[in-house]
């Protein structure tokens, strides 16, 4: 197995920011919905960026309840902004190894700004890829990174932590990788995918790193 990039979803990946966008979904839902919205309904606004969540159920209004979100999302976001334990060591090793990185995330650009700018990641991105404001569209997202980079989809793995991660990198035909190290993972769901590898913890993903790229 040759290797040259590695893509990397963020939420629940590299850092544990799942808990901060819930929280914040919520707290905005309920000032513009006037309700709060139960664990299904809540699951089944995912897949658009922001922008799309907002604008189909708030359409005159959506502006302001995107800007309510992001401040809520900017005011909460520090104690959840740390990577997870090693994976500054894990990304610094693949650059050693002279590996290409991209992030390709659901999350809407401002988001996305927000969390890079608290948890310090921005730096080992070459390419950064957020979500579109109409549908969940990561395979589409990781052949843009494979078209930029030039490589074929053997050459390059996408790391996330949901189903629908391995799902997008299977019909991008990358290698799919599930990071199910954080307390938000559905870990049956993500296995019952089939994902080529899975890890529970960082250091067993780095482990694989150190045996598979050189």
Do not use: C
């Not at 708030?58 to 334990?85: C, G, M, V």
């Not at 979500?131 to 490589?151: R, T, Y």
Request: proline fraction near 5%.
């Amino acid at each position: 197995m040759k290797l040259k990039g590695f893509i990397f979803d963020l939420d629940g990946t590299l850092i544990n920011s799942l808990p901060v966008v819930r929280t914040s979904l919520n707290t905005t839902l309920l000032k513009f919905s006037g309700r709060v919205y139960d664990d299904k309904e809540m699951s089944a606004l995912f897949g658009p960026s922001e922008e799309g969540v907002f604008q189909k159920l708030f359409p005159d209004s959506w502006r302001e309840a995107l800007q309510y979100y992001l401040n809520e999302y900017d005011r909460i976001h520090e104690p959840y902004a740390k990577p997870f334990p090693g994976v500054v060591q894990t990304l610094t090793l693949l650059l050693e190894r002279k590996m290409k990185l991209a992030l390709v995330s659901g999350k809407g650009a401002r988001s996305m700004e927000i969390s890079l700018r608290h948890s310090g990641l921005k730096q080992f991105f070459e390419v950064i890829i957020t979500g579109s404001e109409h549908q969940a569209s990561k395979p589409e997202h990781i052949k843009q990174v494979l078209a930029l980079w030039n490589f074929t989809p053997k050459e390059v793995v996408y790391v996330g932590d949901i189903a629908y991660d391995v799902q997008a990198a299977k019909e991008a035909g990358v290698l799919p990788i599930s990071a199910l190290w954080a307390e938000t993972a559905q870990i049956p769901k993500v296995l019952a995918m089939h994902p080529a590898f899975a890890f529970e913890n960082v250091e067993s993903f780095r482990a694989w790193i150190m045996k598979t790229v050189q």
